[in-house]
């Protein structure tokens, strides 16, 4: 019998993925880009570069995005960037998921999107400037910018009527907001819900906050080689932008439709360090209690952890804590399970990137590949595991660990595991 076989739990699984990257628009593309060890890291197009400092004119930006291909135009105009991802992401997840939409019931249907800078940049700063100006503001100024746009526009490409939720647990809003979605699923209170992240940070004021924060990278060479996870010339992190949706389904339901499943989402975790917001628990205690509070919800050791998808964001702390954290809840076993973190390819794009975690992982259950952590060249004593150096890895992968951090000190982790076949 399948370890799935004879449980009568509701069990929820990812059915769809919709994914909007640095690497291209498009689950294809990211994930193409993702087993090539290509970085979608560059010198900045979306302002004028050369007003700021070094450290603030790279950045992983999508080049090839156009709201029109995903919404009416007359929406387009009169919304976010963020919101416009948010609304792309959704409608191709639910194209891969193969539901119909206008048969799901909509009061069943629930949407929980995450993000951090809401649309600060996309709306609120510039339609600032032009009230400044003298020259007014868009009169759907105040209604577009709140974090919760992201979710409505979603809902709208769901038809969805029952509950929406928006996280802004920084980073791991995207990973909250599938958590979210997950228990929905459990509880029996949804039929389908669409989860993920979206966030848009990019301009010189963000920008410049998080370099005198002391986070960015300070890398004068190629810029596709700042974003460095766990080598030991890191110096910070590169910020990106991008969205990544999936669609949640409880797993009897999805297989009585033949629909093709991702994985099963079969435990989740979430914890606090308690530090003031410019500390980082070195010990890595946090993260441990939270891996093993996911292993355990589900049944699970330490030995049965195929893979990590990790936080991995280059910050020299931040990495070795991390590390730490593996360590000390995974024990010798470690040392054998393979960890690599996207962000060396696709930078930080907070929520964003704990949802983009999940689609990788996701493909990764799939093809039996783990994706590489590029720019690794100096090993560093304090992180002294396996990441997958520069280059994709086939293997058997049946239990991958997905883990983000937010700054501030809270940490989520989430189990997802291969569904029978």
């Not at 003298?134 to 038809?159: F, I, K, L, S, V």
Request: glycine share 10%; net charge neutral.
């Amino acid at each position: 019998m399948s370890r799935f076989e004879g449980d009568s739990r509701r069990h929820p699984v990812i059915t769809g993925l919709g994914v909007l990257s640095p690497l291209g628009v498009g689950t294809a593309s990211f994930w193409k880009g993702l087993v090539h060890g290509r970085s979608g890291i560059r010198r900045l197009t979306c302002f004028d570069a050369a007003t700021v400092a070094p450290e603030c004119r790279i950045g992983a930006e999508i080049l090839d995005f156009r709201a029109t291909d995903w919404m009416e135009a007359r929406v387009a105009r009169a919304s976010g960037r963020f919101s416009q991802f948010a609304a792309a992401s959704t409608r191709m997840a639910l194209a891969d998921s193969g539901l119909n939409t206008r048969a799901l019931t909509a009061s069943r249907t629930m949407v929980s999107f995450g993000t951090s800078m809401n649309g600060l940049v996309d709306v609120l700063l510039p339609e600032l400037q032009r009230f400044l100006g003298g020259q007014g503001a868009a009169p759907w100024t105040a209604r577009e910018y709140p974090g919760h746009m992201a979710t409505t526009h979603a809902a709208r490409e769901a038809g969805a009527t029952g509950a929406w939720a928006t996280m802004s647990t920084a980073c791991a809003a995207g990973l909250d907001a599938i958590a979210w979605g997950a228990e929905r699923i459990r509880d029996g209170s949804a039929s389908v819900v669409v989860a993920g992240g979206t966030e848009t940070p990019l301009s010189p004021i963000t920008l410049e906050g998080f370099r005198l924060f002391g986070l960015l990278a300070k890398w004068d060479g190629n810029p596709s080689e700042a974003s460095r996870p766990f080598d030991g010339l890191r110096s910070g992190l590169v910020v990106g932008e991008g969205a990544a949706a999936v669609i949640i389904e409880d797993e009897r339901h999805a297989r009585a439709r033949g629909a093709s499943l991702y994985a099963r989402i079969s435990a989740s975790s979430s914890g606090a360090e308690g530090c003031a917001t410019n500390q980082i628990e070195m010990s890595g205690e946090c993260l441990a209690r939270c891996i093993t509070e996911t292993l355990e919800r589900c049944g699970r050791a330490a030995h049965d952890v195929d893979y990590i998808c990790a936080h991995g964001n280059g910050i020299p702390s931040h990495d070795a804590a991390e590390t730490a954290g593996i360590k000390r809840a995974l024990g010798d076993h470690a040392y054998s399970v393979p960890v690599s973190s996207i962000k060396s390819m696709c930078g930080q794009a907070f929520a964003a990137s704990s949802a983009m975690q999940v689609a990788a992982t996701c493909l990764a259950l799939r093809d039996g590949v783990v994706p590489p952590t590029i720019n690794y060249t100096k090993p560093d004593p304090l992180c002294d595991l396996d990441y997958v150096p520069n280059a994709a890895r086939t293997a058997r992968i049946r239990t991958a660990l997905v883990h983000a951090r937010s700054i501030g000190g809270s940490h989520t982790t989430m189990l997802l595991e291969a569904p029978a076949r």
